[in-house]
């Protein structure tokens, strides 16, 4: 969007008219709402940006289908000439003319006409240049069918359309339906008003009844029958008489047996002299294109003269959505605004009573409530309080690259808190805003500020940054046939009135049809996968973010599945759905013993549970405000994340879990308790850092890239070791070996990678273990071999107990290994090393039993460690 300037913020309201409430559509479901369907319609104005039109910012939905838009607007309207009776000169009138067709062709352009053109919705700028306002309101309802009232002024419409009436088809077939207005009907109210202008200033003034020729210009707006009688009809009404040989011969070729459209004004020769002081408005290029966005860049020669201007309106330079999303953080109300003009006004509820007939046809009750039409007074929002609480805000915050050292105490407060914060957000809106033009460029400093918190604002691009989306994305999409049917479709049919319906903008028509086009354009791009049930609650929070661009929500959905839902959606995705789980069952046996044994004992397993969790990526049990929040941290992880995420959930319904049973956990989790999003992400975190990267390890991962992505640290210094996929990662002789999923379900407890174990001891070349700076070190390796063998080398710090006094020859449990020795290292990482896999697999399933966390055991065993040279001997004893 265009920045603020000398604009202000106004907001109208009206209302959509009511649907019956007993009935339903074809599909069995209540009716959509006609407020729901104006919404989603809305949000295409929002993406009309030019000159002459004033920028659309939001609408909200009331109650009784109350619905108030905030727009672009000035206080200086057409009609403010009329009303001083103020004298147009013709270069005014050409002036006006002009812009006013070019609002008009750009809004043709894109499908759309204005039908409610007056004097009052042709604002002026500072500069007196032209901004058509309330041009969309004939588009968002539906070319007047879900509202009461008509669109348009009966003064200014054009014959054709009076001679329709209403349009009011919500509940009738298309074919009843009056025919939508095309571009010739916003000629005649141009032509209308035009003339008015030039006329009636000129008539209040009798010394001046001659400069009628000034409406030369907007005769070419009416058809040829209809000028004689338009100019009798204004002369009579004035006391003078006018005939049409007083304009002259110099227009006559202007004069048209039908209306132009507003392109064919443009070109027409008496605005030879006016075209020629503007120049073409090009779209601002986006951030995804083939394009480049900076070639017509210019900066000043002393880039620190910028913020030299204390008394500069920095918040003018702004946006409109950036103005308005933090005028609505300062406290701004829209309905008390408009209460406050006496636009909103309530009633009594025994005032709004229904009217009733008797048999005799008596009425009684309230008459029909005015104020259900349309008002179409705009209101101001006033920006002081705004301003009041940015007046501290230096100039320098607007040419930021980092985060400023003012903000670390806010950077400690909850999340929830700091996305209310004005000054808070205002900062970290012109930071993103910065680091993502210049994306890729700057796409290591995108997420490293991402690691503090993503503006809301800003979100859907930052993920699109976060996801590595580049290119030419519009292309590609417009590539993709949505259009032919598949046998997909009717499943799509059916699961997206389903999917996040609560939310207004999802809900609505317009949300349907973007939701077809966007799973139907994944489908057809990804012949070698399949749809199933879930993908519309994956695609929801990206279509959600980006509303108004469906290829950036595609393109983010399709890299976002790879790098988390690798091969989830095969046809037969039986296999890869199993191993994921089972990993999941090995990351709480990890993590939380005691739980992971009382869910197996009662035979609560993940399969009951974490399907609809893992293959929606939590989209399916969280409502989008939380999925949010959640996402914003899952993008920063790597495709182990989500294990932990798990975890952290049902750690926060541990204790109810744990003194439950089968029946009573179904039950839970049929409808899941609410939960506590900041303190699930805050724990995934710490869990994340406490997993071994090999611990993960899956063998129907993604495989590795031609280039891994390891310029990011995670969540900070504490989680770089884990920044990357473990698939990544370059293999060696010390990684881990895949497992069949048998033999994988077989071991309670995960395994490690040699190269891990070396990585979290911290090895030395020389054998020594290294100390970390609380002085312990951060694992602990449990040899298991025989005295003997770990005589002959084991890995410096390890501890050795011999699995023969433990277990017995069959298996049988002798002595329980976790007394004694391990107890004062309870709560590290055990990782048990043994000859046999078997061996080491059982001495780590005991302790999980025994509700050790953290253990783990060493793939390929020590085997794997006698090529390192890092085994060491113990000294002889002299």
Known sequence: ??????????????????????????????????SIKILGRFQLLKTITHPRLCQYVDITRGKHERLVVVAEHYESSLNDFQKLGATVSTDKVLQIAYETLEGLEFMNKHGMVHRALNAQNVLMDGKGRVKLAKFGLYHMTDHGADVDFPIGYPSYLAPEVIAQGPAHHSDTSQGDNPLPSGPKTDVWSLGVLLFELCTVSSLTQPSRALMIDRSLTCLCFFPLGCIDDIVTVLAEEHGFTITLDSFGLAFSSMFRACRPTPADLLADPVFEGVSCLYTLYQQPVGLFSSSLRCAHLELPEDIGQLCKDDDEDYLGERSIDEVYHLWCLAGGDLEKELTNKEIIQSKPPVCTLPNFLLEDGESFGQGRDR?????????????CQLKNRLKDVSGECHLLTESPNELSCTVNLPLIIRERDTEYQLIRIILFDRLLKAYPYKKNHVWKEARVDIPPLVRGLAWAALLGVEGDIQAKYDAIDKDTSIPTDRQIEVDIPRCHQYDELLSSPQGHRKFRRVLKAWVVSHPELVYWQGLDSLCAPFLWLNF??????????????????????????SHVIQEYLTVFSQMIAFHDPELSNHLNEIGFIPDLYAIPWFLTMFTHVFPLHKIFHLWDTLLLGNSSFPFCIGVAILQQLRDRLLANGFNECILLFSDLPEIDIERCVRESISLFCWTPKSATYRQHAQPPKAQADRSASCFGKTATHYSSDYQDMPKTDLSREPLALRDLKAEVSPRISAEDLIDLCELSAGGQTKKSKAGKPKILAVDIRSIEDFGRGHISGSVNIPYSTAFSADGELAQCPATGTLQSFRGRVIVVIGHSMKSAAMFATHLVKVNYPRVATLDGGINKMKHTGLLTVPSPQI
């Open 548 to 573: 108004n661009n469906e290829a950036l929500a595609y393109a983010c959905m399709s890299a976002f599945i790879p790098k988390y839902l690798y091969n989830f959606f095969l046809k037969d995705n």
């Open 371 to 383: 104020s259900f039409l349309l008002d179409d007074t705009t209101v101001t929002l006033s920006l």
């Open 1 to 34: 969007m265009r920045p603020l300037r000398d604009a202000q913020l106004g907001a109208f309201t009206f209302f959509a008219s009511a649907l019956p409430h007993d009935v339903c559509g074809s599909n069995g479901l209540p009716l959509t709402p006609n």
